[in-house]
């Protein structure tokens, strides 16, 4: 075990997701002394998706009385890790992985800032934000708006499928096994997929511009099969474009580097905090 240091990350898990298959990688940096937390996102919750039972769940139901869960929900899950870190004067990377980047961005609240901070005479704050195969979002856009047609067409990616209510219903990935665990031994890959969850459409827009506030890297996955190697590549120079302070890695993973590269990505992790230190 590592002497522990005062870097914490907080990891904002990707939709359909719980944090189970993040498990190892928080561990693996608590292994090195790096305190490592991943909240639960309302959005992928099935508990609060009205599926019935959570064991068994109905996805062909009508939504929540109050509608399903939106961004907003995801970063108060994320604030309410965040926020107790930061107060104890921890230096905090936040770190998202694929539409947990939204989630990463929109949680990254300007008093929460290690450099805002600092000049209040405080301790702690967030030093950066780490996007692994992660979704770079616009300022005023939504997950969905982004990724959308702008003709008002709606395409469903060949990852996921709608139930019942369509678009605005719940959504579910297909063929996990591929898409998302590609690179993991099949049996392993198919215990992992049967833990997925589901998810509604996306639609709450970025209001936080952090990109242009803090140090952000961006680690591509080059085997990717959800979100393809070039697509990511145009949003790390989205990203680059938007801050001045930017850093690109890349790793061999597919969609899960987490499982597949969870040491690589640990080192990672560490290196680009240790280069927003040294700045």
């Avoid at 990254?108 to 301790?123: P, T």
């Avoid at 709608?162 to 198919?190: C, M, P, R, S």
């Avoid at 393809?228 to 930017?246: F, H, V």
Wanted: charged share 15%; glycine share 10%.
């Amino acid at each position: 075990m590592a002497p522990p240091s005062n870097l914490a990350v907080v990891l904002c898990h990707g939709s359909y997701h719980t944090p189970a298959p993040y498990g190892p990688l928080l561990e693996a940096l608590q292994a090195r002394g790096i305190a490592a937390h991943c909240p639960q996102l309302p959005t992928a919750d099935l508990a609060k998706l009205n599926v019935g039972d959570v064991q068994n769940p109905d996805f062909d139901r009508e939504p929540p009385a109050g509608g399903y869960p939106q961004g907003e929900e995801d970063t108060e899950a994320v604030l309410g890790v965040l926020k107790p870190l930061v107060e104890a004067g921890k230096e905090v990377l936040l770190v998202g992985h694929s539409s947990g980047g939204w989630v990463a961005t929109q949680a990254a609240q300007h008093d929460l800032q290690a450099k805002v901070r600092k000049s209040k005479g405080l301790a702690g704050g967030v030093i950066g934000i780490l996007y692994a195969g992660a979704f770079v979002i616009p300022v005023g856009e939504s997950i969905h708006s982004f990724f959308q047609p702008k003709d008002g067409t709606f395409v469903t990616p060949p990852f996921m499928k709608f139930h019942k209510h369509g678009a605005a219903g719940l959504g579910t990935i297909v063929n996990a096994e591929q898409f998302l665990f590609n690179d993991l031994d099949a049996a392993v890959a198919k215990e992992w997929a049967a833990g997925l969850t589901a998810s509604p459409i996306l639609t709450t827009k970025l209001t936080n511009d952090a990109y242009s506030a803090l140090p952000c890297g961006y680690l591509v996955l080059d085997g990717d099969l959800t979100l393809p190697r070039e697509y990511q590549l145009g949003m790390a120079s989205l990203l680059s474009s938007k801050t001045g302070s930017s850093s690109i890695y890349h790793c061999p993973a597919g969609h899960s580097p987490h499982l597949s590269w969870t040491e690589g990505m640990v080192d990672t992790i560490r290196t680009f905090a240790e280069g927003i230190k040294a700045e």
